[in-house]
């Protein structure tokens, strides 16, 4: 599907002041339309060894359950976690999977914390419940994470 985007940028110009305006042509491709308003939105934030194979298994229990989502990997590092956050509230993610280089940095970027991040000081798991993220630290736990991210 593609869609052709428009812009138009107006200037004044000259001792007459007499409009200049230029238009800006742009192409679009929509790939992946969107089936349902209930999608489900996972993810990965940074660099995991096994983000490959995490992505596979994710992808695969999505689709085996018949749930309309899909886990996508996203690049992070300590000074983009503000965006990537941001990100997963505007675009209605619910839920990443933190890579451990993140992991203690993410402690303090948390609306919420579940009580087991305070022994690891870490956060694995995080949830997005209608923009308020939640921390979770579940040692790479995929059926609590199941759990958390309300997939049963």
Not at 38 to 47: P, T
Not at 78 to 90: D, G, N
Not at 126 to 144: A, R, W
């Amino acid at each position: 599907m593609q869609y052709v985007v428009c812009s138009i940028r107006s200037s004044t110009q000259g001792e007459q002041g007499i409009p200049n305006t230029e238009y800006f042509i742009h192409n679009t491709f929509v790939t992946k339309p969107r089936i349902s308003t209930d999608r489900v939105l996972l993810g990965i934030l940074g660099r995991c060894p096994d983000s490959s194979a995490v992505l596979r298994e994710w992808n695969v229990l999505l689709r085996s359950a018949g749930i309309d989502g899909s886990m996508d990997r996203y690049p992070c590092s300590e000074q983009t976690i503000p965006e990537r956050l941001s990100e997963m509230v505007h675009f209605d993610r619910r839920g990443y999977i933190v890579a451990s280089s993140l992991q203690s940095a993410m402690l303090h970027a948390m609306d919420n914390l579940d009580p087991s991040t305070v022994s690891s000081q870490k956060v694995d798991t995080i949830l997005n419940d209608g923009g308020v993220l939640t921390g979770y630290f579940v040692e790479g736990d995929h059926s609590l994470r199941r759990q958390i991210w309300r997939l049963l």
